[in-house]
T-cell receptor, first 116, second 115 residues
Framework: AQKVTQAQTEISVVEKEDVTLDCVYE???????LFWYKQPPSGELVFLIR??????QNEISGRYSWNFQKSTSSFNFTITASQVVDSAVYFC?????????????FGAGTRLAVHP | NAGVTQTPKFRVLKTGQSMTLLCAQD?????MYWYRQDPGMGLRLIHY???????AKGEVPDGYNVSRLKKQNFLLGLESAAPSQTSVYFC??????????????FGPGTRLTVL
């Protein structure tokens, strides 16, 4: 079975704090892809990152960083020096080649509130 | 380049009414998808299409039908709306590759309320 778990339903921080959003996935496929999407209050889904199962290098993009660990089946997302504009729901998603199409399996999402 | 667009943005239906949601993409993507988003459940795949003239069922297809008559458009239909179909509906599209899975790009969503 394929599954994505985001155990943190809601997180509240004060601006400039660092915050980590957890994502744990399950799959038997050896080839798979992991994604993070951001959904701001306006409602659209914004793609943040895509990572394949063969690349465990951590990635940094400005204040955002991602830590992929196959040993613990985790793909965690850290925001450094959070800002009010980071307030959103963040979704982690898993995609595999099973079934022959790009099926995205989403976690339930983590709502991040950044207060001034 | 508009990306993925959805029409309408909001709609209120009465139980039993029918409607069609339109999704259009201008990125020449082969794959298109319809998802629904419900509180605490993330997004769930309703139907998808791997090319013009083809459709297939996703995770939660009951009560919905789809059509892909043109490559750039993907329609989602509700023949007899039920309150359980109150949700936010997202369309997405992506490239196709035999060796990898590609990023899905999402439309802005349609908020549907069924009374």
């Amino acid at each position: 079975a394929q599954k994505v778990t985001q155990a943190q339903t809601e997180i509240s921080v004060v601006e400039k704090e660092d915050v980590t959003l957890d994502c744990v996935y399950e799959t038997r496929d050896t080839t798979y892809y992991l994604f993070w999407y951001k959904q701001p209050p306006s409602g659209e889904l914004v793609f943040l990152i895509r990572r394949n199962s063969f690349d465990e290098q951590n990635e940094i993009s400005g204040r955002y960083s991602w830590n992929f660990q196959k040993s613990t089946s985790s793909f965690n997302f850290t925001i450094t020096a959070s800002q009010v504009v980071d307030s959103a729901v963040y979704f982690c998603a898993l995609s595999t080649l099973s079934g022959g199409y790009n099926k995205l399996i989403f976690g339930a999402g983590t709502r991040l509130a950044v207060h001034p | 380049n508009a990306g993925v667009t959805q029409t309408p943005k909001f709609r209120v239906l009465k139980t039993g009414q029918s409607m069609t949601l339109l999704c259009a993409q201008d990125m020449n993507h082969e794959y298109m998808y319809w998802y629904r988003q419900d509180p605490g459940m993330g997004l769930r795949l309703i139907h998808y299409s791997v090319g013009e003239g083809t459709t297939a069922k996703g995770e939660v297809p009951d009560g919905y039908n789809v059509s892909r008559l043109k490559k750039q458009n993907f329609l989602l239909g509700l023949e007899s709306a039920a309150p359980s179909q109150t949700s936010v509906y997202f369309c997405a599209s992506s490239w196709v590759s035999r060796t990898s899975t590609d990023t899905q790009y999402f439309g802005p969503g349609t908020r549907l309320t069924v009374l």
